[in-house]
């Protein structure tokens, strides 16, 4: 059996981190949304039992390292699976971007497997599997419009926000979550709040939803590549409704209520930046 599962990149409108656990891991609360830049993941069924992943990006690892072979492991293993998977992934998602490519390949691949297997595990099974994958991989799981919380994996749906489009431009460095997460200080950094975010989403008001993205990661990760800074004052002159850093960065992202705008967003940063993009916002998990 084959199947084809999209595994779109996500932006956090908002994302505070709280504190640091006993654990090390940090306690957030997120607002997170998916865009139409996705990679396609490929799944068909191997008789022999093996999990073969490929792909022809040179940013990411074919073997035991690659999330979605680690997915495709974890539900072997979990249900007791006797068949094997190949896997391909092609890779549209800038990697260690901050747009949690990685784990959106890895929730597309529990989803896959989950079908093709013949396992009729539920979003939610499939969700709390995820969490021990990576932190990001239960709200991938879902995707849609979500408030992520405890360390990213407690996740509650929110309403989509308006439609809009999203311009999305990635510097030329990758960032390491972890390193960033280590150089977090609570009291330096600036809360977003995340309260009045959800209300902005509740009523879907596009201006307040501008007026509140934020993330408590920024201060750190400018500290380290000041570029993103550039990138941001630079889509502010050109008109962005808001920009915001994604995740641990070091990707930067705009909204853009009006195509022309967006445009000029896209045409601005295109010869200073290589990776650039202009996709709108899927929204809800229907559209996913
Ligand atoms: C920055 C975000 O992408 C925002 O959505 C996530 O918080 C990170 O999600 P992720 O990449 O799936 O993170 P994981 O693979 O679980 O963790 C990578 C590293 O980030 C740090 N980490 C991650 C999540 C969290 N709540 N607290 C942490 O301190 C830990 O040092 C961990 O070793
Ligand atoms: N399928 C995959 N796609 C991308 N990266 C992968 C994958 N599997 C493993 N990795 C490794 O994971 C690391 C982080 O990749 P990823 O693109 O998921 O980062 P990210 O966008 O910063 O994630 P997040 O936003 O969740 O922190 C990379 O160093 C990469 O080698």
Redesign the pocket.
């Known amino acids: 059996m084959e199947i084809l599962e999209k595994a779109p990149a996500?932006i956090?409108l908002s994302?505070d981190v709280l504190y640091?656990r006993e654990d090390?891991?940090?306690?957030?609360e997120?607002v997170?949304t998916t865009v139409d830049l996705a990679d396609r993941v490929e799944l068909s069924t191997l008789r022999s039992g093996v999990i073969r992943v490929e792909s022809e990006s040179r940013f990411v690892p074919n073997d035991e390292r690659n999330l979605a072979y680690r997915a495709a492991k974890l539900m072997k293993e979990h249900y007791q699976i006797k068949e094997g998977v190949r896997i391909f992934i092609e890779k549209n998602i800038p990697v260690a971007a901050?747009l949690?490519g990685g784990?959106s390949d890895a929730a597309a691949v529990l989803r896959g497997v989950n079908e093709i297997w013949g396992i009729g595990a539920s979003l939610h099974e499939l969700a709390e599997l995820g969490a021990k994958i990576?932190?990001?991989?239960s709200f991938c799981v879902y995707g849609g419009t979500a408030l992520?919380r405890g360390?990213?994996e407690q996740i509650l749906e929110l309403p989509a926000p308006p439609p809009c489009w999203v311009v999305l431009a990635k510097p030329t460095i990758g960032v390491s979550?972890?390193t960033i997460?280590?150089g977090f200080n609570p009291k330096t950094a600036i809360h977003p709040d995340t309260r009045e975010m959800i209300n902005a989403l509740r009523q879907g008001d596009f201006d307040a939803i501008c007026s509140q993205v934020g993330n408590a990661?920024e201060g750190v990760t400018t500290k380290l590549h000041p570029e993103v800074n550039q990138i941001k004052e630079q889509m502010r002159q050109a008109g962005a409704d808001a920009v915001l850093m994604s995740?641990?960065g070091p990707t930067v992202f705009a909204l853009a209520g009006q195509d022309a705008r967006a445009q000029r967003i896209y045409n601005s940063l295109k010869g200073f930046c290589t990776e650039v993009y202009m996709v709108r916002m899927l929204g809800n998990r229907e559209m996913t």
Request: no cysteine.
């Open positions: 996500k956090n994302l640091k090390g891991f940090h306690e957030v997120m997170m901050g949690a784990s990576g932190s990001d991989v992520a360390r990213g979550t972890q997460y280590q990661l995740g641990s």
